[in-house]
């Protein structure tokens, strides 16, 4: 007996026993009841669609509507593509041109072969026209840079047709060449000493000279015109030559280091904000002083900590300091010779991540600490980096971190990989310099090493050198002026040079295209002169007897004469007094109290003049009363006595009737 089974789900039934005869006939796989069936009755014939049901497709389509939805393939016509390649082939020279395709290439290549004839049609048009490339305009070379200095085009051989880069040495030095921005100058002047100490803040918006005639100059590109005047010039140090300079990290404060013993540091404008405390000369333990004891030789900020600095001295101790604890210092650097005895620090430096503190000795080492542990012993120590007894006057790190570059009075100028820091990379030598400030840095890009060169004997001018640091070949050299050279800034963000001279020029070099502000802001600014204003002197010709219309006043002085013209009230030009009283005043019509205004409006219906006089006002009325009396002659007649009085002759004597004394 069979009985239906129904599953259903809503409105959705099915039938299990429909499927009773094909389940048996079919093959089953599996065991159980998972099993898997087999259909061989799922197979559908494809027809092949005719043009005809096609072309009867589309006019339906065509009919309802539907024609615009979806998108259509593209067609592309191969025919009509080579067409214009053999036209654009055609048009070029014939001597390089391609030959054209025949209509017995097959069709389906077409398309593959189209565009390896566009390509070899592009490589054609490049190779053939050179004329079609408009060349660039000339550079404009400046008349100080050297002949010779190694001159090169503003075109850089990138990549060759392979892709890869050329390796000659003439081609790197053209290509270093150009990022110098050297085509234009500006010249500052400091005053008529050496300028042996310059900087710049972060945001390239002022520069700030010092010389070893005491005197600061602040720069403003901002503020100033093709004059190039200072706006300031001040000696924070009074009589000591200012050694270096160098701005915050924020650019908010400066560092000043000078020949004496306490550095200071100033404000944007100028304005002293702290000093360091100098220490006792008479204790020959420099850690149990407070302060330096004897002259300042150098000093730098921190690259990261604001308010961090650090100074070396005479004494043969480097200190860091804290900007809001002037009174003491934070740590102590003690430099030490090779056999104990203390040497003096020249220069130091801290590394770009401020992790390093170097220190370039007079006896030619140079020593380094590590800034996150104390300063006892060095991290890195190199004996006889320059030579003996010979100092050194600047220590730079690269942009990166792994080189350093050291400049010393031994006209050397040298590179250290701190990798291996036993010898150096490179050496140039025959540098000569004449001042303990001479410095050296890495260009923005770390492509180069700038550094200045002092006027010989028998030279015209001194020069600023550019070293390559792969090659450490001389890229590019300028001269100058006919002086020495003595600091040199390349500002990263400006992509200017500032070189400080001898003879009391500060000269800035720039591009126009590769530079920004800084210079540029000035040469654009007219000079206005100042408008003199003419005054006339009259002369004063005194005439003692001349008649008052005709004399001349004497000259008087000016607090005299503005005392007089004040009690002018014309020439004062005196406001109106307040109303003290109802005399006189400007509501005098009105009343100025209020005992008249209630007399003229309510007491009397007659007009109260204020401004007479009392008794006139009164004896006004003295006939009308006896003639008419009406309050008080009246009340009295009756009571009231004769009135006698006595008469009395002017032309007589004394009256007889006088007692007489007794």
């Given at each position: 007996?069979?009985?239906k ?10 039938d299990l ?7 048996s ?10 099993s ?7 197979f ?5 669609i005719?043009?005809e049901d096609?072309?009867e497709?589309r006019?339906?389509?065509?009919v ?5 939805f ?8 191969v025919q009509?593509?080579l067409?214009n ?8 020279k014939?001597v390089?041109?391609?030959?054209i395709l025949?209509?017995q290439?097959h ?6 072969s189209a565009i390896d004839?566009k390509?070899?049609?592009d ?8 004329s079609s490339?408009?060349?660039p305009?000339?550079?404009?070379q400046?008349?100080s840079i ?8 503003d075109d850089d051989?990138d990549?060759?047709e392979?892709g890869?880069?050329s390796d ?5 030095q053209n290509t270093?060449s150009?990022?110098i921005?050297c085509s234009?100058e ?5 005053g008529?000493k050496?300028?042996i100490?310059?900087a710049?803040?972060p945001?390239g918006?002022?520069?700030a000279?010092?010389?070893v ?6 720069w403003d590109?901002a503020?100033?015109?093709t004059s190039?005047k200072s706006?300031?010039t001040?000696?924070?140090?009074e009589n000591?030559?200012i050694?270096?300079l160098q701005?915050?990290m924020?650019?908010d ?10 550095a200071?540091?100033?404000d944007?404008?100028g ?8 220490g006792?000369?008479y204790?020959t333990?420099m ?14 900020w921190?690259?990261?900590t604001k308010e ?9 101790t480097?200190r860091?300091w804290?900007?809001y604890k002037?009174?003491?210092h934070?740590n102590l650097?003690?430099c ?5 005895v203390?040497t003096?620090?020249?220069?130091c430096?801290?590394?770009r ?5 170097a220190c370039?000795c007079?006896d ?6 590590d800034h996150?542990k104390n ?8 004996r006889?980096a320059?030579?003996p007894?010979?100092?050194?006057s600047s220590?730079s790190f690269?942009?990166l971190?792994n080189?350093l570059a050291s400049r010393g009075?031994?006209?050397t100028?040298?590179?250290w990989d701190?990798?291996?820091f036993k010898?150096p990379i490179f050496t140039?030598?025959?540098l000569?310099?004449?001042?303990d400030t001479t410095d050296c840095?890495?260009?923005p890009?770390?492509?180069m090493?700038?550094?200045?060169e002092?006027l010989?004997?028998?030279?015209t001018s001194g ?5 390559n640091?792969?090659?450490f070949?001389?890229?590019?050299q ?10 040199t800034l390349w500002?990263?963000?400006l ?9 009391g020029?500060?000269k800035?070099y720039?591009d126009?295209?590769k530079s ?7 040469v ?12 006339m002197?009259?002369q ?5 007897h001349?008649?008052?219309l ?9 607090r005299?004469q503005?005392?007089?013209d004040r009690?002018?009230p014309?020439k004062?030009h005196?406001p109106?007094?307040?109303i ?8 005098a019509s009105s009343?100025g109290?209020l005992?008249s ?6 007491g009397?219906?007659?007009?109260i003049?204020?401004?007479?006089d009392p008794r ?5 009325y003295a006939k009308d009363?006896?003639?008419?009396p009406?309050w008080i002659?009246p009340a009295y007649q ?11 002759n ?5 009256s007889s009737s006088?007692?007489?004394?007794t």
């Amino acid at each position: 007996m069979n009985v239906k089974k129904v599953i259903s789900f809503g409105k959705i039934k099915t039938d299990l026993t429909k499927y009773a005869s094909t389940s048996s006939s079919s093959t089953v796989e599996g065991f159980g009841t998972f099993s898997k069936q087999i259909s061989q009755n799922n197979f559908t014939d494809i027809n092949e669609i005719n043009p005809e049901d096609e072309e009867e497709t589309r006019s339906l389509q065509e009919v309802m509507g539907m024609t615009s939805f979806g998108k259509k393939a593209k067609c592309f016509d191969v025919q009509e593509m080579l067409d214009n390649i053999t036209k654009t082939v055609r048009s070029s020279k014939p001597v390089h041109s391609v030959p054209i395709l025949g209509e017995q290439i097959h069709k389906s290549d077409n398309a593959s072969s189209a565009i390896d004839e566009k390509k070899k049609t592009d490589r054609t048009n490049i190779d053939i026209e050179p004329s079609s490339v408009v060349p660039p305009n000339a550079k404009h070379q400046n008349p100080s840079i050297c002949d010779q200095a190694n001159n090169s085009d503003d075109d850089d051989d990138d990549e060759d047709e392979d892709g890869n880069n050329s390796d000659d040495s003439e081609d790197r030095q053209n290509t270093s060449s150009n990022k110098i921005p050297c085509s234009h100058e500006v010249e500052m002047h400091h005053g008529l000493k050496a300028v042996i100490a310059i900087a710049a803040d972060p945001s390239g918006a002022r520069l700030a000279s010092g010389s070893v005639d005491y005197d600061v100059c602040f720069w403003d590109f901002a503020g100033m015109d093709t004059s190039l005047k200072s706006f300031r010039t001040l000696q924070p140090c009074e009589n000591h030559p200012i050694k270096c300079l160098q701005y915050s990290m924020t650019g908010d404060v400066i560092l000043v280091v000078s020949g004496a013993a306490q550095a200071k540091v100033l404000d944007r404008d100028g304005f002293e904000k702290c000093e360091t405390v100098k220490g006792d000369q008479y204790i020959t333990d420099m850690a149990r002083t407070k302060g330096h004891t004897a002259a300042l030789n150098s000093g730098c900020w921190h690259p990261y900590t604001k308010e961090e600095y650090m100074t070396c001295s005479q004494d043969s101790t480097c200190r860091i300091w804290i900007l809001y604890k002037p009174r003491a210092h934070k740590n102590l650097i003690k430099c030490r010779a090779q056999n104990g005895v203390k040497t003096i620090p020249t220069t130091c430096s801290y590394s770009r991540d401020g992790s390093v503190v170097a220190c370039g000795c007079a006896d030619g080492s140079i020593q380094m600490w590590d800034h996150r542990k104390n300063f006892v012993n060095t991290s890195l120590l190199l004996r006889g980096a320059h030579k003996p007894c010979s100092e050194i006057s600047s220590l730079s790190f690269s942009y990166l971190g792994n080189l350093l570059a050291s400049r010393g009075c031994d006209d050397t100028l040298k590179l250290w990989d701190l990798r291996s820091f036993k010898s150096p990379i490179f050496t140039a030598n025959d540098l000569f310099s004449r001042y303990d400030t001479t410095d050296c840095m890495f260009s923005p890009d770390d492509g180069m090493v700038i550094t200045g060169e002092s006027l010989r004997k028998g030279q015209t001018s001194g020069r600023v050198l550019f070293f390559n640091t792969k090659t450490f070949d001389l890229v590019n050299q300028i001269c100058v002026t006919n002086s020495h050279v003595i600091k040199t800034l390349w500002h990263p963000k400006l992509n200017q040079i500032f070189v400080s001279c001898g003879n009391g020029v500060v000269k800035t070099y720039y591009d126009p295209k590769k530079s920004l502000r800084g210079a540029k802001l000035c040469v654009v600014k007219s000079h206005h002169k100042q408008k003199h204003i003419e005054i006339m002197s009259t002369q004063q010709i005194i005439t003692p007897h001349a008649l008052p219309l005709f004399r001349q006043d004497r000259p008087k002085s000016v607090r005299k004469q503005m005392e007089k013209d004040r009690l002018d009230p014309v020439k004062s030009h005196r406001p109106d007094l307040p109303i003290t009283s109802g005399q006189g005043g400007r509501v005098a019509s009105s009343g100025g109290t209020l005992s008249s205004y209630v007399i003229r409006n309510l007491g009397l219906s007659k007009r109260i003049e204020d401004d007479q006089d009392p008794r006139e006002a009164i004896l006004k009325y003295a006939k009308d009363a006896a003639e008419n009396p009406y309050w008080i002659s009246p009340a009295y007649q009756k009571t009231q006595p004769n009135t006698i009085f006595q008469s009395e002759n002017e032309d007589d004597g004394p009256s007889s009737s006088k007692k007489q004394k007794t």
